[in-house]
């Protein structure tokens, strides 16, 4: 399997838990509060599934011997509580979304082969959502080269997990984070063959590669996101949803070097339904990111100067012209 930053964040959360484990044998979650919030079913998730699956190591029993023996935790199967409790699901039961079957344990075979709820389930055609149009992204993602090339077998879950998933594009505060985070969506599948197995049996083709028609292949993906340049553009969202191929990607650097830059409608998309100005700069909300974008950026008080620079120059040269060629020679024939 080829190591990513997900898999050592995962590790990372697996040896925390463990360490952590022995204290929560003892006491298990009561209550979680996120301000004056409560999840009313914390105790419940933790009784039925979190006392297994928010350890790295877990108690099986046999029902009928009685007899029990501790098992290692798959990787896919840990839910860090932690990550969990901060994410926009934090308050739900864990039942909500999986089956009834899962209380029972050892779990039926046939409850894994329930079909599973998606996000259009919950917030499609709910006025409550309405503002985030799930129904228009649910079009995009069903056009999306990910749903078309594996007949559906690509969820929403594959980019978003339900256990963690926070909004990243509308976190202005720290852009270099958001989009790693972005990108660790994509390297997820696309950095190991293992993952992407799950969905389809195409080769996967190594990412780098395939980016080495940029000038600094490391630099472009630390500082934009992957959908900027491989989704097809949507003025009516927040973030595109339909992943076009390869060969439909960008790969016309004034697409994003320019003072139109795609980026303006893609990574800085909030940021600049917000704010179009920022220190006096043209697009100067891609300075939220740290970045500075060329042919993108540009000083407004900068280009004022140098105009009246230029001007002056140019007044300068034009009375230089005027003495040498008009005045002078007729200075000459009068004192000639």
């Known amino acids: 399997m080829i190591l990513n930053r997900r898999s050592i964040t995962v590790f990372i959360l697996?040896?925390?838990?463990?360490?952590?484990?022995?204290?929560?044998?003892?006491d298990t979650v009561q209550k979680v509060t996120r301000g004056a919030e409560m999840s009313l079913f914390a105790e419940d998730n933790e009784n039925n599934c979190l006392v297994c699956h928010g350890r790295l190591v877990y108690t099986i029993t046999d029902t009928v011997s009685g007899l029990s023996r501790k098992e290692l935790m798959a990787e896919h199967n840990f839910i860090s509580r932690d990550a969990f409790y901060k994410s926009v699901h934090w308050s739900f039961s864990c039942l909500d979304c999986h089956s009834e079957g899962f209380k029972s344990f050892p779990h039926a075979i046939e409850t894994r082969f329930e079909t599973g709820w998606g996000c259009i389930d919950c917030h499609g055609y709910d006025p409550t959502y309405a503002q985030y149009k799930f129904e228009e992204?649910?079009?995009?993602?069903?056009?999306?080269?990910?749903?078309?090339?594996?007949?559906?077998?690509?969820?929403?879950?594959q980019c978003h997990?339900?256990?963690?998933?926070?909004?990243?594009?509308?976190?202005?505060?720290?852009?270099?984070?958001?989009?790693?985070?972005?990108?660790?969506?994509?390297?997820?599948?696309?950095?190991?063959?293992?993952?992407?197995?799950l969905v389809t049996e195409k080769e996967l083709t190594m990412v780098l590669p395939r980016h080495e028609w940029l000038p600094d292949p490391d630099r472009h993906l630390a500082a934009v996101r992957c959908i900027d340049c491989h989704t097809r553009m949507n003025d009516s969202i927040l973030v595109a949803h339909e992943v076009m191929t390869a060969d439909s990607a960008v790969n016309d650097c004034a697409d994003c070097h320019s003072q139109n830059s795609i980026l303006m409608g893609t990574l800085y998309k909030y940021a600049s339904k917000e704010s179009r100005d920022q220190q006096g700069f043209v697009n100067g909300v891609?300075?939220?990111?740290?970045?500075?974008?060329?042919?993108?950026?540009?000083?407004?008080?900068?280009?004022?100067t140098g105009m009246i620079i230029i001007g002056l120059?140019?007044?300068?040269?034009g009375v230089h012209t005027v003495f040498r060629v008009i005045i002078k020679p007729v200075k000459r024939y009068y004192e000639s």
């Open 137 to 157: 992204i649910d079009a995009e993602y069903q056009k999306s080269i990910h749903y078309t090339a594996t007949d559906g077998a690509f969820s929403c879950w």
């Open 161 to 197: 997990d339900a256990h963690y998933y926070n909004p990243l594009a509308r976190e202005t505060g720290s852009g270099r984070e958001n989009i790693l985070k972005s990108n660790e969506m994509c390297l997820h599948c696309h950095g190991n063959p293992d993952i992407m197995g």
């Open 14 to 26: 697996l040896v925390t838990a463990a360490l952590a484990g022995s204290a929560q044998d003892q």
């Open 313 to 317: 120059v140019l007044v300068f040269a």
């Open 286 to 304: 891609i300075f939220s990111n740290d970045s500075y974008v060329i042919g993108a950026n540009r000083s407004k008080f900068i280009s004022l």
